[in-house]
């Protein structure tokens, strides 16, 4: 149904070969706290004029730190939707099993990751961060809904995930280097992730019909509205955290100042970046009549 190249054989074999451990990452290293960890596109801190640049590098780290553990919150659901698709057919095609057995490994191994990065964050950043709590609970969510709807979103981050690195990060050589190498090594098994969400999306779609395909693009815009929430949740958070570090308070009107520039830069890196990915929308397009019409229509509401 989907027009692609990809198969189990050739993907299972790039895994093999790029295998890496969660040491080969971290190297023993620490974070540079005189750095910024993120790019300015997803950062989004440049704009806000009640913030001075120390301020603006805090509150850039602060985001690191979100952007890993929101990550590893909503990546929780895909292992046991991958072992789900992965038991469909235990005893038919020995390639794709395996294959499916490495991609829920390569996303427990990204939890690992992940979870090292805000415990690493915690020790060094001097004061809280907290952090929107319930994956488990959102797991659920995403697993209550249909099985196209859940491949759909994991494609959807899957996606994003490698336009983050490769078109801001994989030369923003300012960045913190321990940072950066979290979200490449990331990307070394996303880039192969993507493609066997869409080898699965064949195999879950052929069975569907198009009132049931077109279902699913709506369902993934309803969980794409649950995670908006979370996100506003995550700034309110944040803009604590920055008032704690940065030993000031805040007054309502820069409170809403950094608020809509936060609420901007989290929705574009979290669900536009996505929603707007040539690859994500050739996916919408390739099972759907409305549903390219729908994401486009969604990406411009969040960005405006
Ligand atoms: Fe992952
Ligand atoms: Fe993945």
Known sequence: ML????????????????????EDCYQGRDFDFAKSFLPERIAGVRGITCLNDDERRKLNQIRG???????A??????VPMVLANASRDIYGDETRLWSLLRFAEEEVKHQEMLRRAVEQFE?????????????????EVVLGKSALTALLLTSLIEWFTQLHYVEHVRDSEEL?????????????????????????????AADLTLEERERAV??????GGALDGLLAQQVELDIDALALSARRSFSDAEKSEIR????????????????????????VRELTEAGQGKIAAAAQALSA
């Open 3 to 22: 027009t692609h190249d990809y198969t189990y054989t050739n993907l299972l074999d790039r895994s093999v070969k790029n295998a890496w451990t969660v």
């Open 65 to 71: 730190n979100s952007y890993c553990h929101i990550f």
């Open 176 to 204: 913190d280097a321990l940072f950066r190498d979290i979200l490449r090594f990331h990307w070394i098994d996303e880039s192969r992730h993507a493609r066997l969400d869409s080898l699965l999306i064949d195999e879950v």
């Open 73 to 78: 919150f909503v990546e929780e659901y895909i």
């Open 123 to 139: 020790k060094g950043f001097g004061s809280p961060c907290a952090l929107i709590p319930g994956r488990e609970a959102v797991a």
């Open 218 to 223: 709506d369902e993934l815009l309803e969980l």
């Open 260 to 283: 809509a520039e936060q609420q901007r830069a989290y929705r574009w890196t979290f669900l536009v970046s996505g929603l707007e990915h040539p690859e994500f929308v050739q996916i």
